[in-house]
């Protein structure tokens, strides 16, 4: 089973920019559907960003459209979420997700079986 370490998190002032990261210890195949999702204090796990297996389809939260941007390079087993213009309302735990044989991006944490531990990312204002 594919296990999933995220990094890059920190913090940054408002306005800036950073990349997180996740590596999959396992190899991530064409058929492996993989997301991201954030979870601030007191709130529940809310979707990112999503990504098919082949990269050609992606899907974004709304709120977060044009700001964060999913990729992923199935050579290197890993996942990226480039995130821009970021706010102090982005402050959280982003956590990477996988699923085999998930072949469309999914919104839902229910559809993802294996998970990342999280980094953080702290936005100030």
């Known amino acids: 089973q594919v296990q999933l370490v995220e990094s890059g998190g920190g913090l940054v002032q408002a306005g800036g920019s950073l990349r997180l990261s996740c590596a999959a210890s396992?190899?991530?195949?064409?058929?492996?559907?993989m997301g991201w999702f954030r979870q601030a204090p007191g709130k529940e796990r809310e979707f990112v960003a999503a990504i098919s297996g082949d990269g050609a389809i992606t899907s974004y939260a709304d709120i977060l459209k044009g700001r964060f941007t999913i990729s992923r390079d199935n050579a290197k087993n890993t996942l990226s979420l480039q995130m821009n213009s970021l706010k102090p309302e982005d402050t959280a735990v982003y956590y990477c997700?996988?699923?085999?044989?998930?072949?469309?991006?999914?919104?839902?944490?229910?559809?993802?079986?294996?998970w990342g531990q999280g980094t953080q990312v702290t936005v100030s204002s």
């Open positions: 997700a996988a699923r085999s044989y998930l072949t469309n991006p999914s919104r839902s944490t229910s559809a993802y079986d294996t």
């Open positions: 396992g190899r991530t195949s064409m058929n492996t559907g």
